[in-house]
């Protein structure tokens, strides 16, 4: 779950931050427009900003690829909102445990004043935040609604996993392992992970080869709806 969670939270990032301004003037213009819908520059940084702030980096270390993959996660999420499309805000209580995840992650962040601190040194505020993480928890419930019922994980699956991956990789780190019967349940679940994520992939790579994403500087598409 935890890099399904990761994913959805980055696919999720943009949605709440149109209008948040990072430290320092950003001068704007297109870099990708995606079915007729423009990605900023200025979004492009937002979305380096909150990677960096869960990750406990600094924007300006990511490399030119890091950049990149970045930015490629902004066309996956314009795709993304073209077929699922949130609806009411997320309950209240869900919101303030995942504002508590993120506080968790970083360093001088026990009390408000640190935490604001924090906040400002990457350009953003509580309320953007609050409303990015409704906007993820929509959105993961909204993927998850279309792909989850087509995963399928019987005890062949799990049986296979236990003997021909698990078993093998701690024979080889030279430890010993627990019974089937105890590991079942959280190979099954790991098993189901891995097959969102494959299917999520594939939903991505489907919409990209369908849509008109196109660098309006080089007038280059990857592919035409």
Not at 64 to 73: H, I, M, P, S
Not at 161 to 188: V, W
Request: charged share 25%; glycine share 6%; aromatic share 4%.
């Amino acid at each position: 779950m935890k890099r399904w969670r990761q994913f959805v939270l980055a696919v999720a990032l943009s949605v709440a931050l149109a209008g948040v301004s990072l430290a320092g003037p950003i001068v704007d213009r297109v870099v990708r427009s995606v079915n007729g819908h423009v990605v900023l520059q200025s979004d492009w940084e937002q979305e380096i900003a909150f990677e960096a702030l869960l990750d406990g980096r600094q924007p300006d270390s990511f490399t030119t690829a890091e950049r990149n993959a970045a930015l490629d996660r902004l066309i996956d999420q314009e795709l993304l909102r073209e077929q699922v499309r949130p609806g009411q805000a997320a309950p209240s209580l869900e919101i303030a445990a995942r504002v508590a995840e993120v506080r968790k992650l970083q360093p001088d962040c026990s009390t408000e004043a640190g935490w604001h601190v924090t906040l400002q040194r990457y350009g953003l505020t509580q309320s953007a935040l609050e409303a990015r993480l409704s906007d993820e928890v929509q959105l993961m419930k909204l993927v998850e609604d279309r792909l989850r019922p087509s995963i399928q994980i019987d005890q062949k699956a799990v049986e296979s996993y236990y003997h021909d991956q698990l078993l093998p990789e701690i024979t080889k780190a030279g430890g010993s392992a627990k019974p089937l019967t105890e590991m079942y349940g959280r190979i099954k679940t790991l098993l189901a992970e891995k097959k969102m994520n494959e299917l999520l992939s594939g939903w991505l790579a489907s919409l990209r080869s369908g849509s008109n994403i196109r660098n309006p500087e080089s007038g280059s598409g990857e592919g035409n709806r």
